[in-house]
């Protein structure tokens, strides 16, 4: 199985700051990657796709980049609302898997 | 409105069988794949497995294989997620989603099912 790693475990951030949050992966993934969010009691939500591509709806303050084994998600300009868990996940072969998360705190 | 609604909480006793559901709706159920992933209290996301139709096999991650079964009826544009005989680990938050292709990305989620299973 590939293993996907995240990096931090944990953010304390404030509003208004840039944040990166990176994901490793344990062998070459391509570009099959994907960022979700998720906030407490809520079910996961797509942000990017195939690495750098913004899911509909989703603010453009948000970004991807990366390929084969190093990934970042970068959030330009924290918002209130950006307060949440962050999941990589690849889907380049079964067993698709996740990172373990990285949850993005209030400084 | 696309979106996939799932079954209720369910409280079981370890031994006993359970089946949870995903129904889609607002889009064509039979071109999509369903994933089914687990949240364990306080925990990270785990890969469950996926499945495309109902004549396909579903694929599995090795930490869920023979643990339980997907499937799915396209007739009733829903997917399952069966246990024959459940385990106290078992409680957990699970949701199913779906990706258009084997190499997408889960673009919509179910809101997730819980399972409380008591020794």
């Known amino acids: 199985d590939i293993q996907m790693t995240q990096s931090p475990s944990t953010l304390s951030a404030s509003v208004g700051d840039r944040v990166t949050i990176t994901c490793r992966a344990s062998q070459s993934i391509d570009t099959w990657l994907a960022w979700y969010q998720q906030k407490p009691g809520k079910a996961p939500k797509l942000l990017i796709y195939k690495t750098s591509n913004l899911q509909g709806g989703v603010p453009s303050r948000f970004s991807g980049r990366g390929s084969g084994t190093e990934f970042t998600l970068t959030i330009s300009s924290l918002q209130p609302d950006d307060f949440a868990t962050y999941y990589c996940q690849h889907y380049n072969s079964y067993p698709w898997t996740f990172g373990q998360g990285t949850k993005v705190e209030i400084k | 409105e696309v979106q996939l609604v799932q079954s209720g909480a369910e409280v079981k006793k370890s031994g006993e069988s359970l089946q949870i559901s995903c129904k889609g709706s607002g889009y064509n159920f039979t071109t999509y794949w369903i994933g089914w992933v687990r949240q364990m209290p306080g925990k990270g996301l785990e890969w469950m497995g996926i499945?495309?139709?109902?004549?396909?096999?579903?694929r599995y991650s090795p930490s869920f294989q023979g643990q339980v079964t997907i499937s799915v009826d396209t007739s009733i544009s829903t997917a399952y997620l069966h246990w024959s005989s459940l385990k106290a680990s078992d409680t957990a938050m699970y949701y199913c989603a779906r990706c258009y292709t084997y190499l997408d990305a889960f673009d919509i989620w179910g809101q997730g099912t819980t399972v409380i299973v008591s020794s």
């Open positions: 499945i495309y139709r109902a004549d396909s096999d579903a």
